[in-house]
């Protein structure tokens, strides 16, 4: 039963990775065709908090109190796993190169392993370190370091994307004993989807959009076709199916199992929009693979005290290789 828990766990994690991952196909098109960063991510947010508010009132069995006895968890998903990220994600592309805040985001799975050996005061294993040394590697080739000048309030708010990303994960796997997973998924994206719109109305984040067809896959596509895709896939079902796998897997392994999304966005912009993948994003993309089944082969303590912390996106599909800030708005930051 244990083996089986986690294959599912694994098969859901790749899932919500492959989702997050193809979010860049349906929102690049829009963002080319005038829509900001800002507008497109409180859209879709929009969308999935109402594609899942009735099955997590179904999942409440249509009582509300639990969501107050979780109201600060839910606060805290919302405003920082979902809007915060967004919004730190954003402010950062205004600073320093897309590379570079990616590559930061991405950081958050080793971010967690040196939580852990901080909190517990017990080295990783040696598979783990190993695994997180593959993965920094992969994230180098594929997304590449980037240049351009390094401004300290970019590099800061690229370090709260990544936080916030932790803190995903971190919730994901603590807050099973309070809710529902759609449960929690709906009542954050309500309150990351309000956040997100203050954040707009004080001109914080910068929100326009155009009611048009766009152009897409050779073709044309109501843009209203785009924004629904983008918000059941890559928003509702991602963020529902990384949440199954977080409880399934804890929330180290599902946070590099969430590294994936950097690999399909890549096979799948090869694929559909025929942005050819260099010998190093091949590389980097094996070398994260890598990483992943060496902390998939990390060995249990039998002692469940022992254990540290397991702690993920937000969201954000990415291009692989982004030459624009708007190349980055796939997955989770999302």
Not at 5 to 34: Q, T
């Amino acid at each position: 039963m244990r083996g089986s828990r986690g294959l599912v766990g694994i098969v859901l994690g790749l899932g919500a990775g492959l989702a997050f991952g193809a979010g860049g196909v349906f929102v690049k098109p829009l963002l080319e065709s005038g829509w900001s960063p800002g507008a497109a991510v409180l859209a879709r947010i929009s969308i999935a908090a109402l594609l899942l508010a009735v099955p997590g009132l179904i999942a409440l069995r249509f009582d509300l109190r639990p969501l107050w006895r979780a109201r600060w968890t839910i606060l805290l998903y919302g405003l920082v796993a979902v809007a915060g990220v967004q919004f730190a994600f954003y402010a950062s592309l205004e600073r320093i190169p897309v590379s570079m805040t990616l590559l930061i985001e991405y950081l958050a799975p080793i971010a967690l392993v040196l939580f852990a050996w901080a909190r517990t005061r017990r080295m990783p294993q040696l598979i783990v370190l190993g695994g997180s040394v593959l993965a920094i590697g992969g994230l180098v080739l594929v997304i590449g370091p980037g240049g351009g000048d390094l401004d300290p309030l970019g590099l800061a708010f690229a370090a709260a994307a990544m936080i916030g990303v932790c803190v995903y994960y971190a919730i994901g796997e603590r807050a099973g004993d309070q809710l529902p997973p759609v449960a929690l998924v709906a009542a954050g994206f309500v309150v990351g989807a309000v956040a997100l719109a203050i954040t707009g109305a004080v001109g914080l984040l910068p929100m326009e959009a155009t009611f048009t067809d766009v152009p897409f896959l050779g073709g044309t596509a109501p843009w209203w076709v785009l924004l629904l895709t983008v918000g059941a896939i890559s928003t509702a079902f991602a963020y529902l199916a990384g949440i199954a796998a977080i409880r399934m897997l804890g929330a180290r392994l599902s946070s590099f199992l969430g590294l994936s999304e950097v690999v399909f966005a890549g096979i799948i912009g090869w694929i559909l929009l025929g942005e050819a993948l260099g010998p190093l994003q091949i590389l980097g993309g094996a070398l994260i693979l890598g990483g992943i089944v060496l902390v998939r082969m990390e060995r249990k303590p039998a002692d469940a005290a022992s254990v540290a912390l397991d702690i993920d996106l937000v969201p954000v599909a990415v291009d692989p290789t982004p030459s624009r800030p708007t190349d980055a708005i796939g997955a989770r930051t999302p």
